[in-house]
């Protein structure tokens, strides 16, 4: 059956706030066993709307559901009364266009577009932590057999896509220009993510495993492909809430295009277990450093924890190429959106520590990096068929890198130039390189890959 919001009282006039109709349309859909409620064409003003099972939202081409126009508008922060140890961004869910709590056969789908109109928390109710930020656009959390296809998705101010500890979930066909992470499975199982076009100014797609459900799980069982991103920060990243762990994935066939930091990121901070990770058939064009991996012991987590562990990871027909030239992107903080901060260098990055702890400014350009810890080295890393085409240009370089690394792990985390121009490998137990090869565009003093503590 059919539930159309404007028999409900929603109207389409993109001035009156639709909130209290639409939810009634969804709760009486919900009550009778479910159904389809659906947008007619105009443009519809939304705050918080809460899913429930077996509840089909479809919102047709030619249909803009648009986001309320102060914070105030959304759901406020529901109470934690268990031990937070991850960011807030992955804490609430109720700050949201779209809430799915517990909920069974749900769906978001139709053609249409959702655009949250740049809405910051301007007031810093939410806390210093997260930056100002606003709603996220659609968020899940215990919930099985879930689709969101068929979407437009703009100018989301908080986390665009979350799910956590959900079963069984197809995304598919979701077009994404949006601030902060794009597309972020957390703890969740048997996921598809296909055709999609994700923009963002915070990661792309980004896999958590933290503490939001208040035991420790894991991300298993998920296939990405056929996918195009770009990013202010990370394309594809693992982390940083690394807890629980990453288990079974396939990401294949993807596109990675003017990304600031980098291209795949592969972490474990906080003591997960990293295990059976495949990426292939990727193509990156003017990426700052193509490929992280990465154990830290950050431990942000309860006490007694170990650290964690990364193992059996194929790397497989990767390229990387140029012209590391301007372009334009999404701001990635609210402070950039406020300064209006769209175009990027990729060899600016801005402020980091150097080697010696100090803090500097330069020609960026970092080196991909492959390391793990003396006490926790990386197991089984296979990299084949990888060509890399760097900018280069690097004349004076220290050769001796810090085993710290810094607590929060992005690729410079042992520092902004490391003594390789293309790969800086460290603590390995079983490193297979084949046909791996670098250039680069400048004239480069240091080797191609260099290797410490690295065991084939």
Known sequence: MIYQVSDYGAVADGKTLNTEFVQNAVDVCGAS???????????YVLGT???????????????????????????????????????????????????????????????????MRSVWDEDGVRGEAIKHRGAK???????????????????????????????????????????????????????????????TGDDGIVFKSSYTLNRLD??????????????????????????????????ENVEIKETRITGIAIESVDGAIVDGIVVKNVKMTNVNAPLFVHVGKRMRGPQGREVGRIRNILL?????????????????????????????????????????????????????NICGLKESPLENITLKNVYLKLDGGVKEYNKSVPEKAQDYPEVYVYGRILPAKGIYFRHIDGLTLDSVKVETYREDDREDFVFENVKK
């Open 33 to 43: 066993g479910g159904g389809i409620v659906k947008f007619g064409t105009g443009r």
């Open 49 to 115: 709307v809460f899913l429930k099972s077996n509840v089909t939202v479809e919102i047709p081409e030619g249909t803009e559901v648009l986001g309320a126009e102060t914070y105030y508008d959304y759901a406020a922060e529901e109470k934690v009364d268990y031990p937070v140890y991850q960011d807030s961004s992955h804490t609430y869910y109720n700050p949201s266009l779209f809430v799915g709590l517990n909920c069974e056969n749900v769906k978001i789908t139709g053609g249409g577009k959702i655009d």
């Open 137 to 199: 656009c659609i968020a899940l959390k215990n919930c099985k057999n879930v689709e969101i296809s068929h979407l437009a998705i703009y100018n989301a101010t908080d986390l665009a896509l979350y799910f956590a500890g959900c079963e069984n979930v197809d995304i598919f066909g979701i077009k994404m220009r949006v601030y902060i992470d794009g597309i972020s499975p957390d703890n969740s199982k048997n996921v598809r993510i296909r055709d999609c076009d994700v923009e």
């Open 218 to 251: 894991i991300c298993k069982d998920i296939h990405v492909w056929n996918c195009k991103i770009k990013s202010r920060c990370n394309a594809i990243k693992f982390g940083t809430e690394t807890n629980g762990g990453f288990e079974n994935i396939l990401i």
């Open 316 to 368: 497989e027909n990767i390229t990387a190429d140029g012209p590391y030239e301007e372009y334009e992107i999404m701001p990635w903080n609210y402070d950039s959106f406020k300064a209006n901060d769209t175009v990027q260098n990729p060899k600016v990055f801005g402020i980091a520590e150097s080697f010696d702890g100090t803090k500097e400014t330069d020609d960026w350009q970092m080196t991909s």
